[in-house]
């Protein structure tokens, strides 16, 4: 029997829980299938557990110095690796296939089912007692409770935000930031008249995330399931919608085109000829990183919340993270001690925001108040930010589930954007991507319906 054989055979078991679930398992009742178990007294009586971590989120490092310098029964060996669609995730699938991979690892919620249905993480709902969920965003838990069971424990939410620069908004005209997505092209037409350099935004056609937190924020819904069939829609008339509004922009030279923080796209903000970035809130802290040296930028930055197409506060996720368990690892209970310190205590998030590179929005709301006082506001003119994310995290569109097989759809996206300005649109690009993710849902032998 060949490998790939048995690869199979466990995405098809996995998948097939997460079917049977629907994946939309309300808050009560994924509280409901808690195990109980408890994730505290990890110490050995030959000393402290050492566990092996493995993430690319902003101030992780100083999160884990905090941790090690409080805790004396758990030590946590820190790797800083590439963010997940830069090779982090190979780099942890192929750590799990050669069965050296860490104890603990972050996955964003919309990766999260690969790696379920790879087998690649651990079931850890008897480690997370209904106390613990509890405590985080009811969003969040949807997120991380598949097929009845708790496969990670959220570290952040991330509803939509728009960042932008006061001043050149005001050079053009523009006193308040839009509000629909029918202000924010008549804004970037005004820009562009202003300073024919200057757009409002940018189109990244390497990460389809931005896009489908557009599609979430719509109503869409690109994975959803009844029974034991999967109904793919990632062409369906909301995303449709948002698509065709983005190839307006693309089509009348409103917003660049340029790959997600590359080096162009950081130039662009840092000159000012980018006048404005939608994000989410983990956004902040990377933007200020990204242009506080540059003259001209601090102090002149603000927050608004994200444009809806009615002007009703609307938001999808954009990214998000999890601490997820490796398949492998036999020290499952003192991984989870650590993930739960770093997502539920004033102390965590504190050593994260202070780091001065993540305005990330904590997934237990409790934090709230060490997360905003941690935060230098300094380069948002001293703007309440985590008010305006605090405000945008009530208004996400709950609802929304990902699926196995979402690396087929985004690579799909991925090689149709690149075709942009040669032919290819956004709109073309779903079609190719319902295609190839109904394709690839039917070769694992799933039922899918269209």
Not at 148 to 168: E, I, M, N, V
Not at 355 to 375: N, R, V, Y
Request: hydrophobic content about 40%; proline content about 5%; glycine content about 10%.
């Amino acid at each position: 029997m060949s490998t790939h054989r048995t690869a199979r055979r466990r995405v098809l078991r996995l998948a097939a829980v997460l079917t049977t679930s629907a994946l939309s398992i309300s808050l009560l009742a994924a509280c409901g299938s808690s195990g109980g178990g408890s994730a505290s007294s990890s110490a050995s009586s030959h000393g402290p557990v050492t566990i092996t971590f493995w993430a690319w989120a902003k101030g992780t490092q100083q999160v884990v110095d905090a941790f090690n310098a409080s805790h004396k029964d758990v030590h946590v060996d820190f790797e800083q690796i590439p963010s997940g669609v830069a090779g982090g995730y190979a780099k942890i699938s192929d750590a799990v296939k050669a069965g050296n991979a860490p104890d603990l690892f972050n996955v964003e919620y919309a990766a999260l089912p690969d790696f379920v249905s790879q087998g690649a993480v651990q079931d850890i709902t008897s480690l997370v007692p209904a106390g613990l969920k509890a405590k985080y965003l009811p969003q969040s838990v949807e997120q991380t409770t598949l097929g009845g069971s708790t496969w990670a424990l959220p570290l952040d939410a991330a509803p939509q935000a728009l960042f932008y620069r006061k001043d050149l908004f005001a050079k053009a005209g523009i006193t308040t930031p839009p509000t629909t997505w029918a202000d924010y092209q008549a804004d970037a037409v005004k820009l562009k008249a202003a300073e024919p350099n200057t757009r409002i935004g940018t189109f990244f056609p390497d990460d389809p995330s931005t896009l489908e937190a557009f599609a979430w924020q719509n109503g869409a819904h690109w994975f959803s399931s009844s029974g034991d069939t999967w109904k793919i829609a990632v062409d369906s008339p909301a995303t449709k919608k948002v698509a065709d509004y983005w190839d307006g922009l693309v089509s009348k030279d409103l917003v660049r085109v340029q790959t997600s923080f590359s080096q162009q796209w950081t130039a662009s903000l840092q000159k000012g000829e980018t006048a404005a970035y939608l994000g989410a809130a983990w956004g902040g802290g990377v933007l200020q990183g990204t242009v506080a040296g540059a003259p001209g930028n601090a102090g002149n930055w603000a927050v608004a919340p994200v444009p809806t197409w009615d002007g009703q506060p609307a938001s999808g996720m954009l990214g998000g993270s999890t601490f997820a368990v490796s398949k492998d690892s036999q020290k499952a209970q003192a991984a989870v001690e650590f993930a739960t310190w770093a997502t539920t205590t004033p102390q965590g998030i504190q050593a994260r925001i202070a780091s001065g590179t993540s305005s990330m929005f904590p997934a237990d709301p409790e934090l709230l108040p060490a997360a905003k006082a941690a935060f230098n506001t300094s380069f948002y003119g001293g703007q309440d930010i985590y008010a305006v994310f605090t405000a945008a995290s009530k208004t996400i569109v709950q609802g929304w589930q990902w699926g196995p097989g979402l690396s087929v759809t985004n690579s799909t996206l991925k090689d149709a954007f690149a075709k942009l300005g040669q032919g290819g649109t956004i709109d073309g690009a779903l079609g190719s991507a319902q295609s190839a993710t109904v394709s690839d849902l039917g070769t694992l032998g799933l039922k899918v319906a269209q």
